[in-house]
């Protein structure tokens, strides 16, 4: 079973570290979003009410696209269901260990039923990284800028 999942990545070596990284973190966030309060966390998100800029990242693609498809993969792997801030957590954490700035978006709705649903996205540069839904029209409540 471990064999299948981590063949395509050992196929390229760069990627299963990545996945090993998202795996982790995806764990270690999955435990900090059940266990501790929004407010003692959130300061380490960035500064409130923040956006990065929309930089082009195109020197950084590789990476964005090893990070994005890391996480996706972890996501689908992990023994619980992982949720958009876990996974916008763990984008944010893995971007901020490559010092590359990023803003993570929190916003909600209403479904048909009137229930509020809530969600979580990041940016980096001019990059979407993971969690963006521009038909699912959320206002944004709150953004964390993390800049380096």
């Known amino acids: 079973m471990s064999s299948q999942i981590f063949s ?19 764990t270690l966030c999955k435990i900090i979003v059940i266990c501790i309060p ?4 959130s300061a380490k998100c960035g500064k409130f009410q923040c956006e990065t800029l929309r930089d ?29 801030l876990d996974r916008a957590l763990t984008v ?6 490559r010092k590359l ?4 978006y929190f916003g909600m709705t209403k479904n048909n039923t009137k229930e509020w649903l809530a969600h979580a996205w990041v940016r980096c540069g001019d990059q979407w990284m993971i969690g963006y839904q521009p038909k699912a029209n959320y206002t944004i409540v709150g953004t964390y800028a993390l800049i380096f």
């Open 8 to 26: 395509r990545f050992y196929s390229k070596r760069a990627l299963l570290s990545y996945a090993l990284e998202s795996l982790l973190i995806l």
């Open 38 to 41: 929004f407010k003692y966390w």
């Open 56 to 84: 082009n990242v195109l020197a950084y693609q590789q990476t964005i696209v090893n990070i994005q498809r890391s996480v996706k993969w972890g996501a689908r792997h992990v023994p619980w269901s992982s949720k958009c």
């Open 92 to 97: 944010q954490w893995m971007l901020a260990r």
């Open 101 to 104: 700035s990023s803003t993570i």
